[in-house]
């Protein structure tokens, strides 16, 4: 089996990462969404990075890797991101990437949060396939039951990732979701602005929701 035959199988159309739009500025400006690693030495970028999480010092070894899901956003990063910035002028947004991405050289896929001690991380056609299993430990004591109405695509758990190295091209952007009128309106002027090759714009609220 391959990672394609994978993608197939299970109908994995879109693979995710919810951004704000200081985010998106800076990602449509580099034409990639870079690793976390990589954006302090962007000097495009010193004045607009504003990270989704206060620290990141449990997985060091993972800083030059972009945190991707597969079919739905981790709902539960999400929710502790957005109580983070309350109190700033942002908005979110969430890019949708061809999942052909998973197939390129470097790529891991880890099935919970990286940084958990019951994370099985590997790469190839089977490690994918493990994001998928019956069952999945976060931790001792922690384990994460497939249900039967998630659909296919979905991940056994929520906070399963893909490490993609490096940083992702935007030639791979297909979607960028909106959760408004105001924030479709403001990306849209920012892709013209900056002269980025289009990139379809759906007002899509239940995306940030599942």
């Known amino acids: 089996m391959t990672i ?3 993608i197939r199988n299970l109908d994995i159309t879109e693979i995710l990462h919810f ?5 998106i500025l800076g990602i449509l400006d580099g034409r990639s969404l870079k690793a976390r690693a990589r954006l302090n030495s962007d000097q495009r ?10 620290n990141r010092n449990k997985d060091l070894d993972w800083l030059d890797y972009v945190n991707l899901s597969v079919s739905r956003i981790n709902g ?5 991101s957005g109580k983070w910035h309350r109190d700033k002028n942002l ?7 061809d999942p052909v991405i998973l197939d390129h050289d470097g790529v891991w896929f880890a099935t919970t949060n990286n940084i958990y001690t019951g994370v099985k991380r590997g790469q190839g056609a089977e490690s994918l396939q493990n994001l998928f299993a019956e069952r999945v430990t976060r931790w001792q004591g922690n384990v994460v039951e497939r249900k039967q109405s998630d659909d ?21 952007l ?11 309106d403001e990306l849209a002027a920012q892709i013209h602005m900056l002269r980025h090759p289009p990139v379809t714009i759906e007002i899509r609220p239940e995306i940030f929701l599942k």
Do not use: H, M, R
């Open 4 to 6: 394609s035959d994978v």
């Open 19 to 23: 951004t704000t739009n200081n985010g």
């Open 45 to 54: 970028l010193e004045y607009i990075f504003q990270p989704n999480a206060a």
């Open 76 to 80: 539960d990063f999400f929710g502790a």
């Open 91 to 97: 908005w979110w947004c969430v890019l949708s990437f």
């Open 152 to 172: 296919a695509n979905y991940t056994t758990c929520i906070q399963a990732e893909v490490l993609y190295p490096g940083q992702v091209s935007t030639e791979y």
């Open 174 to 184: 297909k979607k960028i979701y909106v959760l408004d009128d105001q924030s479709a």
